[in-house]
């Protein structure tokens, strides 16, 4: 099993950038794609980025491409977010989840593992 823990939520104005990390544990980060969520009040949870396990798969939301990069330094077992031209409708808690699956996921169903979330809010 894989445990995980994200960072670097906060308060942003729109047009700023945050930079979340997901640090894992109990089993190396390298086994699993990986991927970001997020969940707004009373919302879906829902698909933001995902990260082959070599790193050599990416997918975005429409909504999020060109403005967030998701990376992995799986030596440092830490999978990121770079969120850059923030808008206020990114407010949401972001959560990391682990897949330890044959193809990278989309689907919140697809990954195995999660994290307890950061909240991200960006004010207008």
């Known amino acids: 099993q894989v445990q995980l823990v994200e960072s670097g939520g906060g308060l942003v104005q729109a047009g700023g950038s945050l930079r979340l990390s997901c640090v894992a544990s109990?089993?190396?980060?390298?086994?699993?794609?990986m991927g970001w969520f997020r969940q707004s009040p009373g919302q879906e949870r829902d698909f933001v980025a995902a990260?082959?396990?070599?790193?050599?798969?990416?997918e975005y939301a429409d909504s999020v491409k060109g403005r967030f990069t998701i990376s992995r330094e799986n030596a440092k077992n830490t999978v990121y977010l770079q969120m850059n031209s923030l808008k206020p409708e990114d407010t949401a808690v972001y959560y990391c989840?682990?897949?330890?699956?044959?193809?990278?996921?989309?689907?919140?169903?697809?990954?195995?593992?999660w994290g307890q979330g950061t909240q991200v809010t960006v004010s207008s």
């Open positions: 990260i082959s396990r070599s790193g050599g798969v990416i």
């Open positions: 989840a682990a897949d330890g699956t044959v193809v990278v996921s989309t689907k919140r169903t697809g990954y195995d593992y």
């Open positions: 109990g089993r190396t980060l390298s086994f699993y794609h």
